[in-house]
């Protein structure tokens, strides 16, 4: 049974950095990617990274802020955040897709996307 699991999730100040973790289970080796819902917003992909060839691809929205990266080792994905901001503030989901190709693209599809996790909240407050 797949399951994938988020941690790291919590409150923090503007401009700091945290780091979100994405453990996977029971699918190996396929890609991966991170989500956030705001609330009053709709879902949006932020970065996935693909299993094979570790190809990235970010949204514009946070490229430069947030980095994913991925331990197959561990089999754990990672997304790094810095200079967060209120606006970050949202329920951050990763997700697996069923191939590489799931990861293919910056606009980063949910519905590329067919197994989640069920979130972890980061808030961004003074």
């Known amino acids: 049974q797949v399951q994938l699991v988020e941690s790291g999730g919590g409150l923090v100040q503007p401009g700091a950095s945290l780091r979100l973790s994405c453990a996977a289970s029971?699918?190996?080796?396929?890609?991966i990617g991170w989500f956030r819902q705001g609330p009053g917003k709709e879902r949006e992909g932020l970065a996935c990274i693909q299993s094979g060839h570790g190809l990235i691809y970010s949204a514009d929205s946070v490229r430069g802020r947030f980095t994913i990266s991925r331990d197959n080792a561990k089999n754990t994905v990672y997304l790094q955040m810095t200079s967060l901001r209120a606006e970050d503030t949202a329920v951050y989901y990763c997700?697996?897709?069923?191939?590489?190709?799931?990861?293919?693209?910056?606009?980063?599809?949910?519905?590329?996307?067919?197994?989640w996790g069920r979130g972890t909240q980061v808030t961004v407050s003074s």
């Open positions: 997700a697996s897709g069923s191939s590489d190709d799931s990861c293919s693209s910056k606009l980063v599809s949910q519905y590329e996307f067919d197994i």
């Open positions: 029971g699918r190996d080796y396929t890609a």
